[in-house]
T-cell receptor
Framework: DTAVSQTPKYLVTQMGNDKSIKCEQNLGHDTMYWYKQDSKKFLKIMFSYNNKELIINETVPNRFSPKSPDKAHLNLHINSLELGDSAVYFC????????????FGPGTRLTVT | SQQGEEDPQALSIQEGENATMNCSYKTSINNLQWYRQNSGRGLVHLILIRSNEREKHSGRLRVTLDTSKKSSSLLITASRAADTASYFCATDMDTGRRALTFGSGTRLQVQP
């Protein structure tokens, strides 16, 4: 059984479009995250939710809006996509908030043309 | 620069050799973790070492932590081709930030 799943795995779209990435975890974890991994493999946290409450919101353009309908789901909606948004986006979860072991999804490779 | 920086950026060894990767960080930490990322996949947690621990083992993995030097090392013994991956250190900073900060990783290539 997949612990942390993301859809879609690949997303190719044009500049200016709006797109969403979905994430679900079946681990019963309280905390979920979105990370962006750039072409140099650097992994940067974007958002963190704990029991549906936003607890970390790094310096991310407000074109990015996370939504957590319940603690098992954390979706990422991106408006007005730009070339610089091309990256791999990872969802992750941890049992509770804080510096605990994190479980990662397989990633969504977003390509903006 | 980043909280966690791995060294070297890339490492190529022969199967059976040991691989050592280092991580340096800047601020005090609660714990440090190592993750592996196979090409095109998500990160997988390998090991967590707390700030009051100096060494930890898990199978062929050995992690050391030197808080006075703000550094950690990951040793993979008797490497296998399947160990080919990128390895990241991540720190839980003692700032109440409630999140991990990842380095940029070491790309390990194990030649069969």
């Amino acid at each position: 059984d997949t612990a942390v799943s993301q859809t879609p795995k690949y997303l190719v779209t044009q500049m200016g479009n709006d797109k969403s990435i979905k994430c679900e975890q079946n681990l019963g974890h309280d905390t979920m995250y979105w990370y962006k991994q750039d072409s140099k493999k650097f992994l940067k946290i974007m958002f963190s939710y704990n029991n549906k409450e936003l607890i970390i919101n790094e310096t991310v353009p407000n074109r990015f809006s996370p939504k957590s309908p319940d603690k098992a789901h954390l979706n990422l909606h991106i408006n007005s996509l730009e070339l610089g948004d091309s990256a791999v986006y990872f969802c992750a979860s941890s049992r509770v908030q804080g510096g605990y072991e994190q479980y990662f999804g397989p990633g969504t490779r977003l390509t903006v043309t | 620069s980043q909280q966690g920086e791995e060294d070297p950026q890339a490492l190529s060894i022969q199967e059976g050799e040991n691989a050592t990767m280092n991580c340096s960080y800047k601020t005090s930490i609660n714990n440090l973790q190592w993750y592996r990322q196979n090409s095109g996949r998500g990160l997988v947690h390998l090991i967590l070492i707390r700030s009051n621990e100096r060494e930890k083992h898990s199978g062929r993995l050995r992690v050391t932590l030197d808080t006075s030097k703000k550094s950690s090392s990951l040793l993979i013994t008797a490497s296998r081709a399947a160990d080919t991956a990128s390895y990241f250190c991540a720190t839980d900073m003692d700032t109440g930030r409630r999140a991990l900060t990842f380095g940029s990783g070491t790309r390990l290539q194990v030649q069969p």
